[in-house]
């Protein structure tokens, strides 16, 4: 049995991740000192980009070729539904704005996993959203046991729980047992575009603890 295409996509974004776990944002995350004004900043960003990936799941249901794929993403749109309506509460308790405008870096990681939802199959689609829930599980082994405020760790808490680890092993199977199904060249552009979603999941953070304005 060869390298699986999610291993590889992993080895080859291994120094993104290692650059994530440094960012000043989850280093002060995690000893308590980040600023109330990032995060706001974060949970006002992040709000428009869980939305997307809703309206992305759906469109990929839409794509569906057979009932197993389309059960798939629409098996866990609610607690994806649910994690959008955490983050407002976070967000509201922290007297942030739900209605902030999108900044850069959020516009453009929302617009390349939309363009991938509409013109590409839902297993190219998800394999360039999967950096996401990938990098959070790796984020959430990085801070368990180190959050200092309660409110990190109750944002937190999904991210560092065996529920997010099972999820995770899940949506790296979807990808590897659909992907022998991809032409060669698609499976490389597949890479490019999972390197893309980590290089916005670096510069996620960076927006949010520069506060990122156009």
Request: some cysteine; hydrophobic content about 40%.
């Amino acid at each position: 049995m060869g390298v699986r295409w999610t291993e590889q996509a992993l080895k080859i974004a291994a120094p993104l991740w290692e650059a994530v776990l440094k960012h000043d944002f989850i280093r002060e995350l995690g000893n308590g000192t980040l600023p109330d004004k990032k995060l706001i900043f974060y949970f006002e960003q992040n709000i428009h980009y869980i939305d997307m990936v809703v309206r992305c799941r759906t469109i990929a249901a839409s794509k569906a070729t057979s009932d197993a794929e389309r059960d798939f993403f629409l098996d866990r749109t609610p607690v994806v539904v649910e994690e959008l309506q955490h983050q407002r509460k976070m967000l509201a308790a922290l007297g942030g704005n739900p209605n902030a405008p999108i900044a850069p870096a959020c516009h453009g990681y929302t617009r390349h996993i939309l363009s991938l939802a509409w013109a590409r199959r839902p297993v190219e689609y998800f394999g360039a959203f999967l950096p996401c829930p990938l990098s959070y599980d790796e984020i959430g082994h990085h801070l368990r046991d180190r959050l200092k405020k309660s409110s990190h760790r109750d944002w937190w808490e999904f991210y560092m729980s065996r529920e997010h680890n099972e999820m995770c092993d899940r949506y790296r199977s979807f990808v590897d047992e659909r992907v022998d199904d991809v032409s060669p060249a698609a499976r490389n552009e597949m890479l490019k575009n999972f390197i893309v979603s980590c290089k916005y999941e670096y510069w996620f953070w960076d927006m949010a603890y520069n506060l990122e304005t156009w």
